[in-house]
């Protein structure tokens, strides 16, 4: 499939979700490139929306909502993957954002979105709906390593807040190596963001498991199921406008997949977010420290 792009802008005081979901809120437009992106991947085994921003109880300025995304790896012994994009309903910023879940249970817990254990926590600036801003989302739903793109920018104050979804893969594992038989995804949900211009460094990359940090032994994933995107990164100095495909990842303990070869990294000095670049025929799109293909 080609690949698919999308654009929208935000208003000053506008919210992320209203308390009657509308078609306007920019996590409705969200929401409707997320779903298209599951629907066109077509394989629940691997990954599956089960709630949304309007799934949520309340929906006041600082009621959280989020999208639960199921992903299991054909698991159903239990219920974990990913809370994506963890966020304030109204217009107000907010920085800790709960990213993956397990051992969850439908009801009216945690704002309508279950009961539920989670295994990362980490900080990731939010939108800053106090100013206008300008929204993009890319994806591509085909092969062995879809992927997805949400990346917002506030043109006052050039504040950042990028969401990717990576999936990885194993086949050149190599004979012998060590890789989970099962309690450990496929994807890696990678989050980005700053209160200023500079590009977004560094990712923080998160792995879904089925348990936390000491369930298993040895550990599964990637430790705490966070830490740095794996990257090759030229040098601030001398690397200007130079690029480079992601590098495998690899969690504390074992290799965990190769990502999509539609991201580029460059160094902090090559390009601010919406620039774009043409190489090898394709064309590239900044998002704030990555550059990913939209065609």
Same mark, same amino acid.
């Given at each position: 499939?080609?690949?698919?792009t999308?654009? $929208?802008?935000?208003?000053?005081?506008?919210?992320w979700?209203?308390?009657? $979901?509308?078609?306007?809120?920019?996590?409705?437009?969200?929401?409707?490139?997320?779903?298209?992106?599951? !629907?066109a991947?077509?394989?629940?085994?691997?990954?599956?929306?089960?709630?949304?921003?309007?799934?949520?109880? /309340?929906?006041?300025?600082? &009621?959280?909502?989020?999208?639960? @995304?199921?992903?299991?790896?054909?698991?159903?012994?239990? &219920?974990?993957?990913? +809370?994506f994009?963890?966020?304030?309903?109204?217009?107000?910023?907010?920085?800790? !954002?709960?990213?993956?879940? #397990? /051992?969850?249970?439908?009801?009216?817990?945690?704002?309508?979105?279950?009961?539920? *254990?989670?295994?990362?926590?980490? #900080?990731?600036?939010?939108? &800053?709906?106090?100013?206008?801003?300008?929204?993009?989302?890319?994806?591509?739903?085909?092969?062995?390593?879809? %992927?997805?793109?949400?990346?917002?920018?506030?043109?006052?104050?050039?504040?950042?807040?990028?969401?990717? @979804?990576?999936?990885?893969?194993?086949?050149?594992?190599?004979?012998?190596?060590y890789?989970?038989?099962?309690?450990? *995804?496929? %994807?890696?949900?990678v989050?980005?963001? !700053?209160?200023?211009?500079?590009? +977004?460094?560094?990712?923080?990359?998160?792995?879904?498991?089925?348990?936390?940090?000491?369930?298993?032994?040895?550990?599964?994933?990637?430790?705490?199921?966070?830490?740095?995107? *794996?990257? %090759?990164?030229?040098?601030?100095?001398?690397?200007?406008?130079?690029?480079?495909?992601?590098?495998p990842?690899?969690?504390? /303990?074992?290799?965990?997949?190769?990502?999509?070869? &539609?991201?580029?990294?460059?160094?902090?000095?090559?390009?601010? $977010?919406g620039?774009?670049?043409?190489?090898?025929?394709?064309?590239?799109?900044?998002?704030?420290?990555? %550059?990913?293909?939209? *065609?």
């Open positions: 499939m080609a690949i698919t999308t654009t $929208w802008t935000t208003s000053a005081a506008q919210d979700a209203s308390a009657t $979901w509308q078609t306007t809120d920019p996590s409705y437009l969200l929401n409707t490139e997320l779903s298209s992106w599951i !629907n991947i077509n394989d629940t085994t691997i990954i599956e929306m089960v709630a949304n921003p309007g799934t949520a109880t /309340n929906r006041a300025d600082t &009621d959280y909502v989020q999208w639960v @995304l199921r992903a299991r790896e054909a698991d159903t012994t239990s &219920d974990w993957g990913i +809370l994009h963890r966020r304030f309903a109204g217009t107000s910023v907010n920085t800790i !954002n709960d990213r993956l879940y #397990y /051992n969850r249970t439908a009801g009216s817990a945690n704002n309508g979105y279950g009961a539920y *254990s989670t295994t990362s926590g980490s #900080y990731a600036y939010t939108e &800053d709906f106090a100013y206008g801003g300008a929204a993009f989302v890319a994806y591509e739903p085909a092969g062995t390593r879809p %992927w997805f793109v949400y990346s917002w920018r506030d043109s006052a104050v050039q504040r950042y807040s990028t969401h990717v @979804l990576m999936r990885l893969d194993t086949s050149d594992l190599i004979s012998g190596g890789y989970p038989a099962s309690a450990v *995804s496929k %994807w890696i949900y989050t980005g963001g !700053n209160n200023n211009s500079a590009p +977004l460094y560094p990712f923080i990359r998160h792995v879904p498991v089925k348990g936390n940090n000491t369930t298993y032994t040895p550990v599964r994933g990637n430790g705490e199921s966070s830490g740095g995107l *794996s990257a %090759w990164i030229p040098d601030n100095t001398n690397g200007n406008g130079y690029f480079g495909t992601l590098t990842q690899f969690g504390y /303990n074992h290799y965990l997949g190769r990502p999509s070869d &539609d991201f580029l990294t460059s160094n902090a000095n090559t390009g601010v $977010w620039d774009t670049t043409t190489i090898g025929g394709s064309n590239y799109t900044c998002i704030g420290g990555l %550059w990913v293909r939209t *065609s």
